[in-house]
């Protein structure tokens, strides 16, 4: 399974931007597909998920301003960036499973292919 992120930048603050995650290597529309991000200094956290039916759940901190969309028939998973914060400044990267069920769905532990990571900076 390969994943290929893209789509990150440089954005004031209140900007947005719009994140692809193309998978290869795999049936996509059965799993989880997850973006995680990590800034500097800071460990790798949870940034929202979207399961294979198509409900989505996010982390705390984005939630009401990012949101994720999938395209089955791409295989490619998009996460949509409004409102950006510096504090939203970090590599961002997709994450996939081959597990169906079971849980640490919201930790890295959970997941074992992983996307390169594209950078977001968001300015003051």
Request: hydrophobic content about 30%.
């Amino acid at each position: 399974v390969q994943l290929q992120a893209s789509g990150g930048g440089l954005v004031q603050a209140g900007g947005s931007l719009r994140l692809s995650c193309a998978a290869s290597g795999r049936t996509f529309s059965s799993h989880a597909m997850t973006w995680f991000r990590q800034a500097p200094g800071r460990e790798r956290e949870f940034v929202g998920i979207s399961w294979s039916g198509g409900s989505t759940d996010y982390a705390d901190s984005v939630k009401g301003r990012f949101t994720i969309s999938r395209d089955n028939s791409k295989n490619t998973v998009y996460l949509q960036m409004n409102s950006l914060k510096p504090a939203d400044t970090a590599v961002y990267c997709c994450a996939t499973t081959s597990r169906l069920a079971g849980s640490n769905w919201y930790s890295v532990h959970g997941y074992e292919y992983w996307g390169q990571g594209t950078q977001v900076t968001v300015s003051s």
